[in-house]
Structures are given as C-alpha cells and as structure tokens.
C-alpha cells in the first residue's frame, strides 16, 4: 500500500510518501492510523489527534471506516488552508 | 480549463486566449489571489503551498465542472501555483466570462471561496519567528458555506 | 485611477502597474466589458458609445470614491472606452485590489453596476437592420438599486 | 450659453452643441426646452416628451426647475445606457 503525507505530517513524520505490506487485519484509514502510530516517535506525534487529520483514498477524501483495498493509495493530511 | 503549476501566469495572456473571438461573451471576471504581508512582527517574508498532485487537478475540475452547472458561462479557467511565493506574487487565478456580468461574478466569487476552503493546498509561512503551518480559517469555511445547496 | 480613452487597453499591464509591490493586497478583481453579438437576425455588427467629456470623468471620479469610502481598498482603476467597437472589443475595465478578496469582489460589482447605469454613456448599436440607439433598461436599473442606500 | 446634444437628440436637431442668446424669461431647463421646441421640425421631434430627456447644467444632472444662469453650459440628452 502507498502511503503520502502533506503538510506538518510531512515534517512530523520525516517523510512524504513510503510504500508498506500491513498487516490483514488493517482494513480502514482508523485502523491503518492506529497501526502507524506504534511506528515511532514521530508517527505518534503526527497521528495523536485524529480530529486534526484528513485521509483519502485513491485521491479522493473517504471517512475513516471506509473499506481499504490492497493497492490503494491512502493520503494522510490536515484540513486544507486554501490557495 | 484548470492548471497546476509551479511558475507564474500572465494574467492578461490568460483572458485573452480565454475570450478570444468569443462575441457571446458580454463580461470577464478576474481574480488574482497574491501573497500578502501586513508588515511588521508578524510580516510574511515567504509562504510555500503544499499539494496533493493529481488530487489537486481532479478537485479542480470538479469545482469549475460544477460553477459551469450552477451559471451559465462561455468559458472558465483555474491557474493555480504551488511552492514557495513570495509577498506580492501571484497564486492563483480564476477567470469567469459570461454574456451576463451577473453570472460572472458569481461563479468567480464561488470558485474562490471554493478554491479557499476545499482545494487540497496547504501553506506554510515564513515569519521572522520561523515557519508555521498555516490553520484551515472558520471564515473562510463560512464563506463557502454560503453557497452549499438545501 | 478613472480614465476615458478612445484606445483600447492592456488588461494584464494594467493590473500589473495597479498592484505591483503592493504587499497588502491579497485579492484583485477584475472587470472586463465587451460587445456582445448574440448572433441571427438581431446580431450586433457595431456599437458606437457616445460621451459627455468632462462629465463622465467627474462621475467616474465620485463612482470610485464612493466605492473606496464603502470598502476598504488598497487600489482601484476604471477604464472606459468611447467612439465605434466591433463584436468582441473591450469596453470596459474595472480593477479593485483589497486585503480581503470580500471587499475586492463587492466594490467591483458595485462600480460595474453603477456604471451600466448611471454614466453618461449612451449606445448605439448596428445591426443588418439599421442604427438604433439603446434605451435604458430596467434590469440593468434594478442591480443599481441593490447598492442604494437607506 | 452653451447648448450640447448628445445621443439621438444630437441626430434629431442635428447638431451637437451651439450657443445661443437666450430670451430673458428662459429661467429654467423646463423654459429652455419649450423655447428649442419652436426653432424648427427636428427640435420639436427631439424635444416632444421632456420625460425622455434629461438634463445636466456645468456637468452636473439637475431638475427641470433649476435656476439657470448666465454663461451656463446646458446639456440635453436621454437617460444614458451605460458602458
């Protein structure tokens, strides 16, 4: 699964995208987030609030228990500021 | 038409391919979104856009797609840039052009507040103090809010 | 800025040299006007615009004075055109430039109104069937009204 | 005084501007237009409905009772169209 982070998350996490196998039971962008944060300090930092996150999938905005296929492109950022 | 990109646009080259030899045409309306600094301890000395490439297109798109479904316009084009800006530079720019001036106003006013609130771009600005990742603003979200149906 | 001009203008020169290293402007808005010629029995092949010099510019002058003290503007320019323009010609050309792109959006509808109904132009249009003078209309009287006030 | 025409009013009279000496009871734009009413056939087609004219005295719009002066420069037109 493609994973891309913008903006602070970008920062945060000390990258803009990286490709990962999860685990079977990742199954939305909930589940997904909550598995991420064990990753280190930076991931729990970024992801602690889920209120200040946005995610899409496949490049357009889902709900955090939309149903995650292998192959998707999820994107992970904080509500947009505009042009 | 809509386009992302990193370099500037010539705004009056932009409307005139726009409205060439279109006598349906009655009124253009134009905005120009630049990078503003009050001056002072909080003066911006840059600001840099981030964006999601191909989200941001799509987004695009689908804004112009639907202000050509709510008025009636002979053309309609989104330029939008990404990177680092500096104060006085221009970001974006929406150009509506109908036989009536009144659904060209419109649809510009609405593509902007859109573009403010909804379009996947998110700014850092660069202060004296540093940088800061700009917060998503209740008052723009109430502008757009405006113009949401039922 | 007002000015009545027989020539046409550079609408990206224009803007340019409005708002160029104006640093407190985050919106700019501009109006372009053109003949429309809807095409058919009807179709305009000429507009001839006749004028009162001295007097257009004075109600130019007090139409964008009365627009800077309504809205809070960093600059705002209104060019107007006379003499005989074909289908697709620029008549017209407002530009305002303001902090808040709520302002810059506002004012300009407000100049554009106003002139379509208040200044001392009048039209001539050419068709196959002749030369007729356009008489005032009373749409065009109703979006005037919008903005009086009390 | 100065006498200007614009619009059809200039193609009816057939003139866009002349100066006349006024009789000295024309007081008023009300006055003066009855009077050009009986200079000849194009001044009384143009002049016919006062309602389809307007009037502007120094470049200002004024009513049809305004105290006119002399050297004042009056102008006749239609309710103008706009750009």
Chains 1, 4 share one sequence.
């Not at chain 1, 602070?8 to 909550?34: R, S």
């Not at chain 2, 030899?21 to 120009?32: A, P, R, S, W």
């Not at chain 2, 799509?58 to 008025?71: C, T």
């Not at chain 2, 909804?118 to 998503?136: C, D, L, N, S």
Request: charged content about 30%.
């Amino acid at each position: 699964m493609r994973l891309l982070y913008f903006a602070w998350l970008k920062t945060k996490i000390g990258k803009a995208e990286e490709t990962l196998e999860l685990p079977a039971d990742i199954v939305t962008p909930a589940a997904l987030v909550d598995w991420l944060k064990t990753r280190g300090p930076g991931f729990a930092d970024a992801l602690k609030d889920r209120r200040t996150l946005r995610v899409a999938v496949n490049r357009r905005h889902v709900d955090w228990d939309f149903a995650l296929k292998p192959g998707d492109e999820v994107a992970l950022f904080p509500p947009v500021t505009g042009g | 038409m809509i386009r992302v990109q990193r370099e500037d646009f010539d705004v009056g080259a932009e409307i005139e391919r726009l409205a060439r030899d279109k006598t349906t045409i009655g009124g253009v309306v134009t905005f120009v979104g630049t990078v503003r600094s009050a001056g002072g301890a909080d003066a911006i000395t840059a600001m840099t856009l981030d964006h999601y490439p191909g989200m941001t297109e799509d987004e695009l798109a689908a804004i112009e797609a639907e202000a050509n479904k709510r008025w009636k316009l002979e053309a309609s084009l989104i330029v939008h840039r990404y990177g680092r800006l500096l104060p006085g530079e221009r970001i974006v720019l929406v150009v509506t052009a109908a036989a009536h001036r009144a659904a060209a106003f419109a649809a510009n006013e609405f593509l902007v507040d859109w573009l403010k609130t909804k379009a996947p771009f998110w700014k850092q600005e660069e202060t004296p103090q540093g940088a800061r990742w700009v917060e998503a603003q209740d008052s723009d979200d109430q502008a757009a809010k405006r113009w949401a149906k039922g």
